[in-house]
């Protein structure tokens, strides 16, 4: 089964605010967690990553929040803009894997 | 820097027919991945090659679906039959760095993808 996944399919703020949206996973194993971002028509691309031992990083805009106790993440945007809609994946890897597994989306629409 | 390449964007075809899609790497990147992206869920990792070797392809349907990556660079998906359930977007990416510690690892760049329609 999936091992990680996001609370809410949907998501809607409105220009200015700060977005949350939150992942939940299952594997303690993870050593990595991953935000991707994917707008109509395209692939998934890249945010911002955080290792299984730390708690928070942040990037331009965005924050990502550890959790281990609750095995939840979360990704912060600040001052969301229009151009922030899309649907936002939370993703997973073990080194020895290589590869990253992707929970279903949320679809963040930010009202003008 | 080009991005990945991905052909045909769109394919439509009828169940029991065949269909290869084409993925063209970013220049360097040693790793690459099919992955299935049916609507409204994440994508799901078919297969994933490391040079020209399989890394992993265990979640591949092989009595329908292969993959290649002959010289380590572009790679062909291929689907004979297909099903209606394979309806979904095909996406490639690669990577420069795989199974490794290092954050870079995780930076998988991704095409567009090749939506395909199973009538």
């Known amino acids: 089964g999936e091992s990680v996944g996001l609370h809410l399919p949907t998501l809607s703020v409105q220009e200015g605010d700060n977005s949350i949206i939150n992942c939940a996973y299952s594997n303690s194993a993870s050593d990595y967690f991953i935000w991707y971002k994917q707008e109509s028509g395209k692939g998934p691309q890249f945010i911002i990553d955080?290792?299984?031992?730390?708690d928070k990083r942040q990037g331009q805009r965005v924050t990502v929040l550890l959790n281990k106790t609750v095995k939840h993440l979360s990704l912060q945007i600040a001052a969301t803009q229009p151009g922030d809609s899309a649907v936002y994946f939370c993703a997973e890897r073990r080194i020895n894997a290589g590869k990253s597994t992707f929970g279903d989306g949320t679809t963040l629409t930010v009202k003008p | 820097e080009a991005g990945v390449a991905q052909s045909p964007r769109y394919k439509i075809i009828e169940k029991r027919q065949s269909v290869a899609f084409w993925c063209n790497p970013i220049?360097?990147?040693?790793?690459l991945y099919w992955y299935q992206q049916i609507l409204g869920q994440g994508p799901k990792l078919l297969i994933q090659f490391q040079n020209n070797g399989v890394v992993d392809d265990s979640q591949l349907p092989k009595d329908r679906f292969s993959a290649e990556r002959l010289k380590g660079v572009d790679s062909t998906l291929k689907i004979q039959p297909a099903k209606l359930e394979d309806s979904a977007v095909y996406l490639c990416?690669?990577?420069?760095?795989?199974?490794?510690?290092?954050?870079?690892?995780?930076?998988?760049?991704f095409g567009a993808g090749s939506r395909l329609t199973v009538l």
């Open positions: 220049s360097g990147h040693a790793t």
């Open positions: 990416a690669s990577s420069s760095i795989s199974g490794t510690a290092l954050s870079g690892a995780n930076v998988l760049t």
């Open positions: 955080i290792r299984s031992n730390m």
